[in-house]
C-alpha cells in the first residue's frame, strides 16, 4: 500500500470541514497538490491571515477586523437592534433589507436536545445593550423552527420588563 503521511495528512485535515467527506477531502488535496507552490501558499496565508485579524465585535459579537465592527460604528443608527443566530445572518439580511439599526449575533439559539441553555449563548449583553444603548425596539430574527420560536418566545419574555419594543420575524432566507 502507498501510504504517504504528509498527504494522508493533509485529507485528514481537510475532511474536517462541514458537508466535507473522505471523497471529496482527497478530491481537494489532489487539487492543491496540482496548484502552483505560489497559489498554495496565498491559499494557506489567506486561512492564517483571517483566523489572526477576524475576531467578535465588542458590542453586536458579529465578525469584525476592527474593535468596533462597521454597522455599530454607523453615525446614522437607529436604536434598533436585529437578533440571529449566526454571523451569517447578518449578511444575508444586510443584502437583501434597508436595515438603518445594528445587530446582535447570538451564536447559537436555546436547544435542550444539545444541552444548550440560554446562558449559551450570547444573550447577556444583549440586556446590556438595550439597556445602555436605549434601545427602542428589538427584532428577534432567528430562524422560525422550534429552536428559533423558542429563543424569540425566551427573549420576548426577558426583555419585557424593560419596556422595549419586541417584534418578531422570521428569518427565512
Ligand atoms: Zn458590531
Known amino acids: 500500500m502507498n501510504q504517504i503521511e ?3 495528512r493533509l485529507i485528514n485535515e481537510l475532511s474536517k470541514l462541514p458537508a466535507v467527506g473522505k471523497k471529496t477531502a482527497q478530491r481537494y488535496a489532489y487539487f492543491l497538490l496540482s496548484m502552483n507552490e505560489s497559489d498554495v501558499r496565498d491559499f494557506a ?23 468596533i465592527c462597521d454597522i455599530c460604528s ?7 437592534v436585529c437578533v440571529v443566530k449566526e454571523p451569517k445572518d447578518v449578511t444575508a439580511l444586510e443584502r437583501v433589507r434597508d436595515f438603518k439599526g ?8 436555546i436547544n435542550p436536545l ?11 449583553s444583549l440586556l446590556d ?24 418566545m425566551y427573549i420576548a419574555n426577558l426583555l419585557k420588563p424593560l419596556g422595549v419594543k419586541v417584534t418578531r420575524i422570521a428569518q427565512g432566507i
Open 45 to 67: 496565508d489567506a486561512i492564517i491571515t483571517a483566523k489572526e485579524s477576524v475576531h467578535y465585535c465588542k458590542i453586536c459579537a458579529n465578525f469584525t477586523d476592527k474593535e
Open 102 to 109: 445594528s445587530y446582535h449575533v447570538l451564536h447559537g439559539v
Open 6 to 8: 504528509s498527504l494522508d
Open 129 to 152: 445593550r438595550v439597556n445602555n444603548e436605549h434601545i427602542q425596539e428589538v427584532i428577534v430574527a432567528t430562524n422560525p423552527d422550534v429552536e428559533g420560536e423558542a429563543t424569540a
Open 74 to 80: 454607523r453615525p446614522d443608527k437607529e436604536p434598533i
Open 114 to 124: 444539545e444541552n444548550k441553555g440560554p446562558n449559551d449563548i450570547n444573550l447577556r
